[in-house]
């Protein structure tokens, strides 16, 4: 009977935890099954996985096939090619300690990139965040200039110094137009 490596579906309604498993291909997905292998939580950001990765290379070196999500999971975390590289060091190709060496490098880069990937997220979450500040600092102090502006109590003029002003508006003007007449009647003569 072939064996597979799925998931196998827990949790609430909309926030479903999968169960990695190694079962019969002809059991129920969510029924019997040969080993509880890990955890699959895509819920959280990023995702969680809860891998016992020994136990998954030695189900994979014995002939398990993953489903298509689960050998998604299982090569994200590495265990594809962990198994890849065991398959090196049985052909004899590269020894146990060059498999080891590889896979440490690609788990350290793995790591970098995780963590680059969150410093960028971070950065970019503060960047929104600073924008959204500056947007609503704008807006309240629009809002306090036009309460402000709404709330000026004008204080009562004596009605003399209006006209005094209006007077003194309208005298330079004057002065102006006799003046540029004044200059007419020379330049005509």
Avoid: C
């Amino acid at each position: 009977m072939a064996v597979k490596i799925r998931l196998s579906r827990r949790g609430r309604k909309k926030m479903a935890i999968y169960d990695i498993v190694v079962a019969e291909s002809v059991a129920p997905r969510d029924g019997r099954f040969i080993e509880k292998i890990g955890s699959y939580n895509p819920n959280t950001d990023p995702s969680t996985v809860v891998l016992k990765s020994d136990r998954a290379v030695h189900w994979l070196m014995v002939g398990a096939q993953p489903t298509d999500t689960a050998r998604s999971v299982l090569s994200h975390e590495g265990i594809m090619y962990k198994k890849h590289l065991q398959v090196g060091v049985n052909k004899g190709a590269i020894t146990q300690e060059q498999a080891d060496e590889k896979f440490s490098n690609w788990k350290d880069d793995k790591e970098n990139r995780k963590a680059g990937a969150a410093d960028a997220k971070t950065q970019t979450k503060e960047q929104a965040r600073a924008a959204r500040l500056e947007a609503e600092q704008k807006v309240n102090a629009a809002r306090a200039e036009a309460i402000a502006k709404k709330n000026k109590v004008e204080e009562p003029v004596a009605e003399e110094a209006p006209v005094a002003e209006a007077a003194g508006e309208e005298a330079p003007a004057a002065e102006t137009d006799a003046a540029a007449s004044t200059e007419e009647t020379t330049s005509a003569e």
